[in-house]
């Protein structure tokens, strides 16, 4: 039987459609986007665009780096939590496909995957509700 660890309440807020320039990092620029909207909590819920190279974490904690030019991505999700010091940390997670149609999967590692060309993404604001 599975085990449940966390639920919240909340509600959904805003929504906000961005575009991620030439070599900006696609975890860290959702942050810098969370941030620059007031996002204290967000979901993301789709993206469009390509990388320079992939770098996706593995269970060792090791980088699986995935060649470009434009390693495309074909699905992201992820979500953007507040920390005690008021920081925001993103966690991004997708699959993603080389220039040969390989595909590869799991956690993006933040600073270490450079925007290709531009890379769209919608961002949902959580609130949650101050009982949790």
């Given amino acids: 039987m599975a085990e449940v660890r966390m639920i919240e ?19 860290l620029s959702v ?5 620059a909207e007031g996002f204290g909590h ?6 469009l665009g390509s990388l320079v190279d992939a770098c996706l974490e593995r269970v060792d904690g090791s980088c699986q780096v995935i060649r470009g030019p434009a390693a495309e991505i074909v699905s992201l999700a992820g979500e953007v939590r507040s920390q005690p ?24 590692v933040a ?19 101050p009982d949790n």
Avoid: Q
């Fill in 111 to 129: 600073g270490a995957n450079a925007v290709c060309v531009t890379f769209e993404v919608t961002l949902e604001e959580w609130l949650p509700s």
């Fill in 31 to 35: 942050e810098k986007l969370c941030l």
């Fill in 85 to 108: 010091d008021g920081s925001l940390r993103a966690a991004l997670t997708g699959v993603v496909a080389d220039t040969h149609g390989h595909l590869y999967g799991g956690p993006f």
């Fill in 9 to 27: 309440s909340g509600r959904m807020g805003r929504v906000a459609y961005a575009r991620i320039a030439p070599n900006e990092d696609l975890v």
């Fill in 42 to 47: 967000a979901f993301v819920r789709g993206a």
